[in-house]
């Protein structure tokens, strides 16, 4: 479903609807409200990279935050079927999202890309590090040789990512991020001004202390809460894997677009 150059913003909602990136999308909602329960209860794998505490021991309350900043419905008794991303929260979000790569360019800071998910959202932050390169930008080229428990640590076309059996890796942990951060740290090298990643990425970084921006799904509330309680910086609502990874394109333009690093978004 192409939309040539940059959609408009109502453009914009309507696909994301079309292609479920937001509205109902494809992740049921006994899903979410499992994900929701096993954050409260302490598992730490739903945690993406953050420290929780015991702040967000009460389901309800995740689930009330889930409701204001994604759009899930916010009755508790309804545990089965169809749940939703409110469209209008994506592209808010995405609008946030641009004001902090516009300070990026202006301020020809050093930006870290990573993805947790890179079967949806690689092409996503590589058109994405792309522009800020061309802006001026340095784009962080992470240090050779880390490894994790679940693989080694890569980097290709300007994103971080998990390696695992010659195979890009779907992965919820912080500890590839804190793996980059800690290896500049003994390098001698200078920490990240803003990480554009999701999942744990994105999460273990704005624990360590980094500007951290990201996207994450519905059923990933830890993003949401840290972005309720400031250790992230704006967390974008949709889901992460839609059947084509090409319905991400007018999603991408409009970002560019809004943080002025397309000819259309300097017009």
Same mark, same amino acid.
């Given at each position: 479903?192409?939309?040539?150059?940059?959609?408009?913003?109502?453009? @914009?909602?309507?696909?994301?609807?079309?292609?479920?990136?937001?509205?109902?999308?494809?992740?049921?909602?006994?899903?979410?409200?499992?994900?929701?329960?096993?954050?409260?209860?302490?598992?730490?794998?739903?945690?993406?990279?953050?420290?929780?505490?015991?702040?967000?021991?009460?389901?309800?309350?995740?689930?009330?935050?889930?409701?204001?900043?994604?759009?899930?419905?916010?009755?508790?008794?309804?545990?089965?079927?169809?749940?939703?991303?409110?469209?209008?929260?994506?592209?808010?979000?995405?609008?946030?999202?641009?004001?902090?790569?516009?300070?990026?360019?202006?301020?020809?800071?050093?930006?870290?890309?990573?993805?947790?998910?890179?079967?949806?959202?690689?092409?996503?932050?590589?058109?994405?590090?792309?522009?800020?390169?061309?802006?001026?930008?340095?784009?962080?080229?992470?240090?050779?040789? @880390?490894?994790?428990?679940?693989?080694?640590?890569?980097?290709?076309?300007?994103?971080?990512?998990?390696?695992?059996?010659?195979?890009?890796?779907?992965?919820?942990?912080?500890?590839?991020?804190?793996?980059?951060?800690?290896?500049?740290?003994?390098?001698?090298?200078?920490?990240?001004?803003?990480?554009?990643?999701?999942?744990?990425?994105?999460?273990?970084?704005?624990?360590?202390?980094?500007?951290?921006?990201?996207?994450?799904?519905?059923?990933?509330?830890?993003?949401?809460?840290?972005?309720?309680?400031?250790?992230?910086?704006?967390?974008?609502?949709?889901?992460?894997?839609?059947?084509?990874?090409?319905?991400?394109?007018?999603?991408?333009?409009? @970002?560019?677009?809004?943080?002025?690093?397309?000819?259309?978004?300097?017009?």
């Amino acid at each position: 479903m192409p939309i040539p150059g940059t959609p408009s913003r109502a453009e @914009l909602l309507a696909h994301l609807v079309a292609t479920r990136i937001a509205g109902d999308v494809a992740t049921p909602r006994e899903n979410n409200l499992s994900h929701y329960r096993k954050l409260a209860n302490g598992d730490r794998h739903y945690w993406l990279g953050l420290e929780l505490g015991d702040r967000w021991s009460d389901e309800q309350d995740v689930l009330a935050v889930m409701a204001e900043r994604v759009g899930v419905s916010d009755d508790p008794e309804h545990r089965y079927g169809q749940d939703t991303i409110d469209p209008e929260l994506t592209v808010a979000g995405l609008e946030r999202m641009a004001g902090r790569l516009r300070k990026a360019a202006d301020g020809k800071q050093r930006v870290l890309f990573a993805t947790g998910h890179p079967g949806g959202l690689l092409d996503v932050h590589r058109a994405t590090a792309a522009a800020l390169r061309a802006a001026g930008c340095e784009i962080v080229v992470i240090p050779d040789g @880390l490894t994790t428990d679940e693989g080694y640590v890569m980097q290709f076309a300007d994103v971080a990512v998990l390696e695992h059996g010659a195979t890009l890796w779907h992965t919820h942990s912080g500890e590839p991020m804190r793996a980059v951060l800690t290896a500049l740290e003994r390098e001698g090298r200078p920490l990240p001004d803003l990480v554009v990643a999701d999942h744990g990425w994105a999460g273990a970084a704005g624990q360590y202390g980094v500007d951290s921006v990201g996207y994450a799904d519905c059923n990933d509330p830890a993003l949401f809460l840290a972005e309720a309680e400031g250790t992230v910086q704006v967390t974008v609502p949709l889901d992460d894997h839609v059947v084509s990874p090409r319905h991400y394109d007018p999603m991408t333009a409009y @970002l560019l677009a809004e943080a002025g690093l397309t000819e259309a978004g300097r017009a």
